[in-house]
């Protein structure tokens, strides 16, 4: 894991002291409720449905298992609201849709697609302490909103992916220290967000990012981007076309601070919802393309290429995700070139017979290939009944924090879809990590499955938000329990979001589900076929819309539908995004609505 350095943490421990000032003038009348706004948006300070909420930075999705602690003491000491705040939200929440409302939770920390951490109920006059509490353990909200670059996301798999080409995190770190605080991009006309990933499988969703970037080596050997500028999701879902189909690595900041200007430049400031860079892009397309390759010339010859990244820099910085001295001690094979294929199968251990099967299901579902012989990638599952996906309460990160100090040389990473992976679990270790992963609730063998599905908060929390997400996954969740159903089923990513901004990343979901209002009700729309572009051999693209909009009470019953018609036409092996494909949309889309037309007359005869 990258380590800060003196002046790292000098840096992050004089903002928290900074916000403290500007909260205090702002509890004091010095500073307006409009002169504060950007203040806290600035270091991840949001007003949300009920009360504040902050979203905290995890670049790359690195966490140690010091910080998951400490996001534990917040979750439990200050992640905490009135019950009388608590009570007029669960009042109101009972009065917007037709289906119950799910009790609303404190104490939690929501790990999100974009790999940060948020929390719902934290009150403003604690947002100070609460700072200097991340600062403790070099973390902090900054850029987690505004129009800025924000967190930059990568792999969850960086470093240890056995499909990586090279590892893309010393190159995530240097443009995270370039784009904090950068002065030229603080208040770009729109939010902007940049995924990279070194691997041949895109587990980043690069092309649904502003700039997505592709770590690869070119026929000559040398390492290089792939650019992708232009995509995202919302009322328009686009997917980012290739800029630069290859760029030398050092070159990497010099390019995107050409494309980071133009967009400043000449991006609209004047309607928030065609302000994001990917209207832009398609708009302008080749005459955008232009004015980054004269801007990029201009950085070079006038400002003389000043981010070039260096040989010595890039070590100094590669140096800091060296694999752990551990991990060296137990295998012969560091400097071994990565393998391409699933590594052998996992040496005989002492299992007790009644755990045979659970445990060799959990392995399947759970644990990947890694690069280095004799070790594992395992994901622990934060999706269960009852619980929001991505949720976790304090008492799960410091069995988190436990289990990574036991398994993974003290290290976890958050992935896209809201779970924590462990990087460095030896075989051996697998059986006894299980048994400790089952007694916390993390060892749901669904990564990957109908039940393993992504969220957003949803109109629980969101003042965005259209509709809620939380029951919708809910009663899913509780449809598909029975893993035999669900391991027949198969892979399925299934993405919920409540409200046209898609931070659940419905577009990107095989199966997704929009909230959407009409006349103050919650209302769904269901969408097919869609690809975040982690499918191997598969390309991103949005899913189409299947009809009219659902009720709440409809959902489940569509997707049964459609899961039902995946089961009687799929071929042996066959995937159900595989299958969708290969039979057709229109196949899928007069299921889905037969759904709709048979519950209602079914409640006719009823009635």
Same mark, same amino acid.
């Given at each position: ?77 200050? *992640? /905490?609201?009135? $019950?009388?705040?608590? =009570?007029? %939200? ?5 009065? &917007?849709?037709? #289906? ?24 403003? *006059? /604690?947002?100070? $302490?609460?700072?200097? =509490?991340? %600062? ?5 909200? &900054?850029?987690? #909103? ?399 819309v299947v009809g009219p909009s659902f009720s709440s009470e409809e959902v489940v019953g569509v997707i049964e539908e459609v899961l039902a018609h995946y089961t009687t036409l799929r071929t042996p092996g066959e995937a159900f995004i595989d299958t969708l494909k290969r039979v057709g949309f229109d196949s899928f889309k007069v299921v889905a609505n037969a759904a709709r037309a048979d519950r209602k007359t079914g409640e006719a005869l009823t009635n």
């Amino acid at each position: 894991m990258y380590q800060y350095t003196s002046f790292d943490r000098e840096f992050i421990r004089d903002r928290a002291l900074q916000f403290r000032d500007q909260l205090t003038r702002f509890q004091n009348g010095k500073l307006t409720d409009d002169e504060f706004k950007p203040l806290r948006l600035q270091n991840g300070w949001y007003v949300q449905r009920y009360a504040p909420m902050l979203r905290v930075a995890v670049p790359y999705g690195e966490l140690s298992a010091a910080q998951l602690r400490v996001l534990a003491v917040i979750a439990r000491d200050f *992640d /905490k609201p009135t $019950d009388e705040l608590l =009570l007029e %939200a669960q009042s109101k929440q009972d009065k &917007i849709g037709s #289906s119950p409302a799910p009790k609303l939770v404190k104490g939690v920390a929501h790990f999100t697609t974009r790999q940060n951490v948020q929390y719902n109920w934290i009150p403003l *006059d /604690k947002s100070a $302490d609460v700072m200097d =509490l991340l %600062a403790s353990v070099d973390m902090h909200g &900054i850029q987690t #909103s505004g129009n800025c670059i924000r967190n930059i996301t990568s792999d969850e798999r960086a470093g240890i992916a056995h499909d990586e080409i090279a590892d893309p995190r010393p190159y995530a770190e240097i443009l995270r220290q370039w784009s904090t605080l950068h002065p030229e991009f603080a208040y770009l006309p729109r939010k902007f967000k940049i995924a990279i990933t070194g691997s041949h499988e895109d587990r980043a969703a690069t092309a649904w990012h502003d700039v997505g970037l592709h770590l690869y080596k070119n026929k000559s050997g040398e390492l290089g981007f792939r650019v992708l500028v232009g995509g995202g999701m919302g009322r328009t879902p686009l997917i980012a076309p290739v800029l630069r189909e290859f760029l030398p690595a050092n070159e990497i900041i010099n390019y995107i601070e050409a494309v980071v200007r133009v967009f400043n430049r000449w991006g609209r400031r004047d309607n928030i919802y065609k302000a994001r860079i990917k209207i832009l892009v398609k708009a302008e397309q080749e005459r955008f393309t232009r004015e980054v390759d004269a801007e990029f010339e201009r950085i070079h010859i006038e400002d003389k290429a000043p981010h070039t990244i260096t040989t010595r820099e890039l070590e100094r910085v590669r140096a800091m995700f060296e694999v752990p001295e551990q991990v060296k001690n137990q295998t012969s094979a560091i400097n071994a070139a990565p393998s391409r294929s699933p590594v052998s199968p996992v040496p005989p251990l002492s299992i007790a017979a009644e755990h045979k099967a659970a445990f060799t299901r959990w392995l399947t579902q759970n644990a990947a290939p890694h690069r280095l012989p004799n070790y594992r990638i395992v994901t622990l599952s934060f999706k269960r009944p009852g619980q929001a996906p991505g949720d976790a309460t304090a008492s799960q990160l410091e069995e988190a924090a436990k289990i990574c100090e036991s398994f993974s040389c003290g290290e976890v990473r958050v992935t896209h879809a809201q779970n924590l992976v462990l990087p460095w679990v030896h075989e051996n270790d697998l059986y006894s990590l299980w048994l400790q992963a089952k007694e916390a609730g993390f060892a749901q063998p669904n990564i990957g499955l109908i039940s393993d599905m992504i969220a957003c908060p949803g109109g629980d929390y969101c003042a965005l938000a259209n509709a809620r997400s939380i029951p919708v996954a809910d009663s899913i969740t509780q449809r598909f329990t029975d893993l035999d159903e669900i391991l027949d089923i198969g892979p399925v990513d299934l993405h919920i979001s409540g409200c046209i901004n898609s931070c659940g990343h419905h577009h990107s979901g095989h199966i997704g589900v929009l909230g959407v209002d009409k006349d103050g009700q919650e209302w769904y729309q269901v969408t097919l076929g869609g690809s975040d572009g982690s499918d191997l051999g598969g390309s991103p693209t949005p899913g189409r819309v299947v009809g009219p909009s659902f009720s709440s009470e409809e959902v489940v019953g569509v997707i049964e539908e459609v899961l039902a018609h995946y089961t009687t036409l799929r071929t042996p092996g066959e995937a159900f995004i595989d299958t969708l494909k290969r039979v057709g949309f229109d196949s899928f889309k007069v299921v889905a609505n037969a759904a709709r037309a048979d519950r209602k007359t079914g409640e006719a005869l009823t009635n």
